[in-house]
């Protein structure tokens, strides 16, 4: 017994199967980049990671990428507490992980190009080239604290750091803009939890830091004035959350 299809019933089934196929690849899309792509950078050392939706921002800021990828390498807490006590000598391991942070990115945004998507590295060397950093105001269009504000990572400090949850501000940062698919979170972000405290500002011996919380509306300028600004991180290893993370016992 035979079953006689038609032309046309063939041209729909056809039709079908190359949706049903397409809809699959989708799917199977955003379910693997997430995992795809956090065993990359876990792999390259990273100790927090995040994905967030960033299609709300200007396209100034996000050159039209809906999405972002944001991830962190923590400081060793034998690094901070040697900056604390005026004890460190040798490499500069922050300097050293802003390289390696910058340097994942790149990473990153060839491994995602490769795939078939967009990316672009937020790497220093990537938004001065791009034109995306302004020299003589100090700041970048889109600055990782911003996407990590709007990941859920932390909230900004008095010292303008990004504080994470187990991290404090103890860590370097980089991200990367793309159209993967990817699982986003955007949880509300969280409130500065500063309250009284004022130890960053009394660390500052050039009194870069003003002793005001962050706020959205005041920005940057009303936090710290970057032009004073030594970076001699006592501001990020005085912080009793950078603190917290670096006195506790390894496990």
């Known amino acids: ?33 997430n995992p795809e792509i956090e065993k990359f950078l876990l792999e390259k050392g990273a100790d927090i990671v995040r994905f967030v939706d960033i299609s709300n921002l200007p396209d100034a800021q ?40 910058d340097r994942i990115a790149d990473q990153l945004a060839v491994y995602l190009q490769g795939k078939g998507y967009k990316a672009f590295s937020q790497s220093e060397e990537s938004i001065e080239a791009n034109g995306y950093y302004d020299e003589a105001a100090m700041a970048s269009l889109l600055p990782h604290k911003t996407i990590a504000r709007l990941a859920g990572m932390g909230f900004i400090g008095k010292n303008n750091l990004l504080i994470a949850n187990g991290y404090g501000c ?48 005041g920005g940057r300028d009303e936090v710290v004035d970057v032009f004073k600004c030594a970076c001699q991180l006592k501001c990020m290893v005085n912080c009793p959350y950078t603190l917290d993370y670096a006195l506790q016992a390894s496990i």
């Open 170 to 217: 103890g860590f370097s940062m980089c991200a990367v803009l793309t159209d993967a698919h990817v699982q986003t979170e955007n949880p509300p972000p969280l409130s500065p939890k500063c309250g009284d405290c004022n130890i960053c500002k009394d660390v500052c011996e050039n009194q870069a830091i003003r002793g005001n919380e962050w706020a959205e509306a």
């Open 62 to 101: 996000t050159r039209g990428f809906p999405r972002a990828v944001v991830f962190c390498i923590a400081l060793s807490k034998e690094f901070i507490l040697a900056i604390r006590d005026g004890t460190h000598s040798g490499p500069d391991e922050f300097v050293d992980k802003e390289h390696e942070t």
């Open 1 to 33: 017994m035979f079953l006689v299809v038609s032309r046309r019933d063939w041209l729909e089934n056809l039709r079908l199967s190359k949706v049903l196929s397409l809809c699959y690849t989708v799917i199977h899309m955003q379910t693997q980049m």
